[in-house]
């Protein structure tokens, strides 16, 4: 029986979250998105959002959690991978996870993370799933996918130029939810020669330019674990459990999930959804 947390957080509010101890130790497909809230009453009477979408990170090649995930989809949502869909294996590794998420029928986005780009070379990603940091609507939502996950570099400086001129364009009033691989102030590395000056200095300035947009929310793969911190806005949340060994234990989050994100009015909250 699937385990289900409830977590709700209202738009632009400063939530700090405390680490356990425990946890301290340690592209796109187009496709229309439908209101996935329900609900009667009058046009006038619903929220301006009311939809939902699914979102996992780091599957590492393996298609039997995702088929599971995707089975739990409900109509009208779609799912994004926050990274990490390959092992960096190739070209035949990476069409072949493409090949079977078109073969699912649900809609889908991806982002490229450290195992899709080997020595930072996204050319493999792009080739199969085309651009590597893009944006999209959905209803009243602006939803942008970053590509922070370059060795040596964290996010390029296109890219940061891009997302400041994208969200300069977004237009008054629209909710901004981010993606990207990995989560900006991590409080673990999970690399082998630690976080380089550049990839912090530019995780820090992406994480700025969310915040000065009004993000409430990023969500991130590359950490093998279900895990939320920091203050905010906007609030990261870490889900790395779609295939990949944890890195931290059971109770910390290291467990097998996804997330159900939840968009209704100007409120963005999800479930952790066990596996």
């Given at each position: 029986?699937?385990?289900?947390?409830?977590?709700?957080?209202?738009?632009?509010?400063?939530?700090?979250?405390?680490?356990?101890?425990?946890?301290?130790?340690?592209?796109?497909?187009?496709?229309?998105?439908?209101?996935?809230?329900?609900?009667?009453?009058s046009a006038?009477?619903?929220?301006?959002?009311?939809?939902?979408?699914?979102?996992?990170?780091?599957?590492?090649?393996?298609?039997d959690l995702?088929?599971?995930?995707?089975?739990?989809?409900?109509?009208?949502?779609?799912?994004?991978?926050?990274?990490?869909?390959?092992?960096?294996?190739?070209?035949?590794?990476?069409?072949?996870?493409?090949?079977?998420?078109?073969?699912?029928?649900?809609?889908?986005?991806?982002?490229?993370?450290?195992?899709?780009?080997?020595?930072?070379?996204?050319?493999?990603?792009?080739?199969?799933?085309?651009?590597?940091?893009?944006?999209?609507?959905?209803?009243?939502?602006?939803?942008?996918?970053?590509?922070?996950?370059?060795?040596?570099?964290?996010?390029?400086?296109?890219?940061?130029?891009?997302?400041?001129?994208?969200?300069?364009?977004?237009?008054?009033?629209?909710?901004?939810?981010?993606?990207?691989?990995?989560?900006?102030?991590?409080?673990?590395?999970?690399?082998?020669?630690?976080?380089?000056?550049?990839?912090?200095?530019?995780?820090?300035?992406?994480?700025?330019?969310?915040?000065?947009?009004?993000?409430?929310?990023?969500?991130?793969?590359?950490?093998?674990?279900?895990?939320?911190?920091?203050?905010?806005?906007?609030?990261?949340?870490?889900?790395?459990?779609?295939?990949?060994?944890?890195?931290?234990?059971?109770?910390?989050?290291?467990?097998?999930?996804?997330?159900?994100?939840t968009v209704?009015?100007?409120?963005?909250?999800?479930?952790?959804?066990?596996?």
């Amino acid at each position: 029986m699937k385990e289900i947390e409830r977590r709700r957080y209202p738009l632009r509010a400063l939530i700090p979250v405390v680490l356990t101890a425990g946890a301290l130790l340690l592209s796109s497909c187009a496709g229309t998105v439908t209101g996935g809230g329900g609900g009667g009453g009058s046009a006038q009477d619903r929220p301006r959002n009311e939809f939902s979408f699914l979102v996992c990170g780091d599957p590492h090649a393996r298609t039997d959690l995702l088929q599971r995930i995707a089975g739990e989809a409900r109509e009208g949502e779609f799912l994004v991978i926050a990274g990490d869909v390959s092992t960096g294996k190739g070209l035949e590794e990476m069409q072949g996870m493409k090949d079977f998420l078109d073969a699912s029928g649900l809609e889908y986005h991806v982002i490229p993370g450290d195992n899709d780009m080997p020595a930072g070379d996204a050319t493999v990603f792009k080739s199969v799933f085309g651009a590597d940091y893009y944006s999209l609507d959905k209803e009243d939502c602006h939803l942008v996918f970053l590509n922070d996950a370059v060795i040596g570099t964290g996010c390029p400086d296109e890219c940061l130029s891009w997302l400041r001129s994208d969200l300069a364009g977004m237009g008054e009033g629209k909710v901004l939810i981010a993606f990207a691989h990995v989560p900006p102030g991590a409080p673990v590395d999970v690399g082998r020669s630690g976080f380089q000056e550049r990839e912090t200095e530019s995780a820090r300035e992406m994480l700025d330019i969310l915040g000065q947009a009004g993000a409430p929310v990023l969500y991130c793969g590359h950490i093998h674990a279900y895990m939320l911190y920091g203050s905010g806005p906007p609030r990261v949340v870490v889900t790395g459990g779609a295939g990949a060994k944890p890195h931290v234990s059971e109770q910390s989050g290291g467990y097998d999930h996804f997330l159900r994100v939840t968009v209704r009015g100007d409120e963005v909250s999800e479930e952790v959804i066990r596996l």
